[in-house]
């Protein structure tokens, strides 16, 4: 088995800068945990609130190591059949209608059932070929010639049978198959596990991995990403927008903003031409920002407050840029 | 750095992490990548590959600041560099002069050579084998066998052999201040440091005993404030369960081509195979019913069996759950809204009381839910048993045997007691398919282990 080519990069840091090349701005923590899941060659364990870039993580992961992401959402009754493969055997049965001459034909002069048994068995392997083999995500992932960076997606969704199931990859990277035999991989993929904590996930399984706990981003770094992937917003504006999130975040919500929202925000302003966060435009599009009718209540009620940090937060980082 | 991490790790064990052997070599492999000059760093790789929860990341971060920080000999000797002028002398000297390894350690004190202790530090706690303390009247034992293969004791025989002269001279009496001075300060060092080291690793030791004592003494016998570890100690149990029991509906699960009914269903095409047919396994999802008495007569029990109810909701996927101390009530809703503490206290408050009935309770049960228990029901009672002599209603008991897939009877009392008095226990268990004995967590989970294997397999 080989191990996935990844460029040598010196250290955490340099790994950083280079997630930072395909627009994933990321914490410290964030790049030494993928960086030591790359060189000690475990699979990775994603943990934190939804929205703060788990998935995209993953994305840029595989884009930066020119590899393809291979991806498995995982929801209550996923089991083998769809994770890992499956036999085609409408396509079985087909063929074997469709071949039936011939194998009559094979059959003529095979006087005893002994003899016609005895041809069947030369070629009983055939209809059990890879030709007949619907791989699904974890076996494909297996497969890739050049390695990948397999995305599991909401472990936490999956029943705790499958999780077991899931034990015996991530160990070995190999699985058996039992009418073909064991299937290792060719090159050993990048796994990522996201879980966004409904479920408590096995102790096997939290040892098997490493652990990244991804929290809600701090104000600069979230400036930062804001900055990166939504450009077109202006600085004062998007240092405004952060403080008010994170003002958001301090409430008591059924759902808190998370990063994605906030871009989606961004980009809300940037199309609406706002030079400004009023009240009236806020009031007008927190609905990109809280999902819940009761948290938009909520916010609305403690909106001057929030408003007013936001503000005092924008003066403070235009004083000192 | 193979030594400093294993002792880092075992101060991890004493703050209630439990790294396993194959986390601690990641955590090796880990430290070589991204190397010991970059603090942050090295936490970061240290934390993904130790601490696998965000719980657990906090305990980390707590224990990593306590660990790699070295405190001692912070300050310089107070007034030695500026008002013995010994001190500037001792330091102006090239270190070819020390002489005696008395010398060496007297001065390494005085110019306070951090790197130079901190080395003598770690070799003596090598060799008093400090990682084996753990209770805390041990700090004076091993502070002063650390003094020892530190060298103080040449401090001291020093001290003695110049005090007893009997006309010291000033450069006497001044060397004879020094070397006060630096045991004095070794001293306190010393023991502080060991102090750290046992807040570090005693615990895991104390915390272990605790928790071994906790899971074989009577449940009425532990106290309140053992209330927390308890729960966790439950927790722990179910999810073990939890685990155990998920890899063995998993065996039970995967599907084969049904050829049977696969032919049937083609022979509408002339023997055509085109549709295909599956074996489908059901998967036995069992219901269960548990019903807990929460009289005062098991007051002390009942807190641990709802704590037991909280957790089994965790592993089987439907649990409805009861208490009573004469009338059913259904506590399925307090468990669904609050956290174990309150929702416990909440039972024992509105359903606890005096006067047990089995019998009201039995009555209520084949009026409510006796018509809905089936053959996938598994019905649990936690109780004594103990009727208050009033009519025990057996006849429900023995039509919930005949209509349940199961009937588990967990008796808190030592199985000798329930035929004395008002237990009706000898007449109630015929009527069950187990009766256990759970007076103890061990016992407990042995209980609730069988129970799963039942309920789990397919029926």
């Known amino acids: 088995m080989k191990t996935l080519h990844a460029p040598n990069y010196t250290g955490p840091e340099d790994f950083l800068a280079a997630l930072q090349t395909q627009q994933y701005i990321a914490s410290k923590r964030i790049g030494t945990a993928v960086y030591l899941g790359l060189h000690l060659e475990k699979p990775l364990l994603v943990e934190g609130p939804a929205g703060v870039g788990k998935t995209e993580l993953a994305k840029a992961l595989a884009s930066l190591l020119g590899v393809p992401l291979v991806r498995m959402q995982c929801y209550e009754g996923l089991d083998e059949a769809k994770a890992l493969y499956e036999w085609k055997y409408g396509k079985q049965l087909l063929y074997t209608q469709i071949l039936r001459d011939k194998l009559g034909e094979l059959m003529q002069g095979a006087s005893t059932l002994e003899q016609a048994l005895e041809r069947l068995h030369a070629h009983d392997d055939l209809f059990y070929s890879e030709s007949f083999l619907e791989p699904r995500p974890l076996l494909r992932a297996l497969r890739e010639p050049a390695g990948c960076v397999l995305l599991v997606d909401e472990i936490d969704k999956a029943d705790p049978e499958f999780e077991a199931f899931l034990l015996e990859l991530l160990s070995d990277y190999q699985i058996s198959v039992p009418e073909l035999g064991t299937v290792s991989a060719k090159v050993r993929p990048m796994v990522l596990l996201t879980s966004n904590g409904t479920r408590e996930l096995s102790d096997a399984l939290r040892r098997r991995c490493l652990h990244l706990h991804i929290p809600y981003p701090e104000a600069a770094l979230e400036r930062q990403i804001v900055h990166t992937r939504v450009p077109e917003l202006a600085a004062h504006l998007a240092t405004s927008l952060v403080a008010f999130v994170h003002g958001l975040r301090a409430l008591d919500l059924k759902k808190h903003p998370a990063v994605s929202e906030t871009l989606d925000w961004a980009r809300t302003l940037v199309l609406l031409n706002a030079d400004e966060l009023g009240e009236d435009l806020v009031r007008d599009t927190l609905t990109t920002l809280l999902k819940h009718e009761e948290d938009v209540a909520t916010a609305l009620a403690a909106l001057p407050q929030v408003m007013q940090a936001a503000r005092s937060a924008a003066q403070v980082h235009a004083a000192r840029t | ?459």
């Not at chain 2, 405190?71 to 030695?80: I, K, N, R, S, V």
């Not at chain 2, 272990?208 to 439950?234: G, P, Y």
């Not at chain 2, 089936?374 to 936690?382: E, G, N, P």
């Open chain 2, 1 to 459: 750095m193979q030594r400093a991490l294993e002792e880092f790790v075992l101060a991890l064990r004493g703050s209630g992490l439990e790294p396993g052997l194959s986390e601690c070599v990641d955590a090796y492999r880990a430290a070589r990548i991204v190397g010991l000059d970059d603090r942050d760093g090295l936490r970061e790789a240290l934390g993904a590959t130790l601490a696998k929860t965000e719980p657990g990341r906090a305990i980390f971060d707590d224990v990593f600041e306590r660990y790699f920080s070295f405190t001692m000999f912070d300050e310089p000797l107070p007034g030695a560099s500026e008002s013995d002028p010994g001190a500037d002398d001792v330091a102006a000297r090239p270190p070819t002069d020390a002489r005696t390894p008395t010398d060496i350690l007297l001065r390494m004190i005085e110019t306070t050579d951090r790197a130079g202790l901190a080395g003598r530090l770690r070799a003596a706690e090598q060799q008093v084998g400090i990682t084996r303390a753990w209770l805390p009247t041990q700090r004076g034992l091993y502070t002063r066998r650390m003094l020892e293969a530190m060298g103080g004791d040449g401090l001291i025989a020093e001290e003695h052999a110049l005090g007893s002269l009997s006309s010291p001279s000033a450069a006497t009496a001044l060397r004879i201040s020094r070397l006060r001075a630096a045991r004095e300060r070794l001293f306190e060092e010393v023991r502080d440091h060991v102090s750290r080291r046992l807040v570090l690793y005693g615990k895991s030791a104390t915390e272990k005993l605790r928790d071994t004592a906790l899971s074989t003494q009577r449940l009425s016998n532990i106290e309140r404030r053992d209330f927390d570890r308890m729960l966790r100690l439950i927790h722990k149990l179910a999810r073990r369960l939890a685990t155990r029991h998920a890899l063995r509906q998993r065996r039970q699960r995967r599907g084969v081509l049904d050829v049977r009914r696969t032919l049937a269903r083609n022979v509408a095409y002339g023997g055509v195979l085109f549709e295909t047919r599956w074996k489908h396994r059901p998967i036995s999802k069992p219901k269960v019913i548990a019903i807990c008495d929460v009289s005062r007569s098991v007051a002390s029990y009942a807190r641990f069996l709802l704590l037991l109810l909280y957790g089994l909701r965790d592993v089987l996927p439907d649990v409805r759950s009861f208490a009573f101390t004469h009338r059913l009530v259904d506590v399925s809703g307090y468990f669904d809204r609050d956290p174990p503490h309150i929702a416990i206290e909440r039972v024992l408050d509105q359903v606890g009381g005096t006067g047990t009935n089995y019998g009201t309770m039995l009555r209520d049960f084949a009026q409510q839910e006796l018509p809905k228990v089936d053959r996938r029901t598994a019905v649990i009672i936690l109780g004594d048993g103990r009727n208050n002599r009033a009519e025990p209603e057996v006849a429900v008991m023995r039509e919930l045997h005949k209509r349940a897939r199961r009937v588990v009877w967990l008796n808190p009392e030592p199985r000798s007691f329930w035929a004395l008095g008002d237990s009706e226990m000898p007449r109630y268990a015929p009527c069950c398919h187990t009766v256990r004995e759970c007076g103890t967590l061990v016992q407990l989970e042995r209980a609730v282990d069988s129970l799963l294997r039942s309920t789990g397999s397919n029926g």
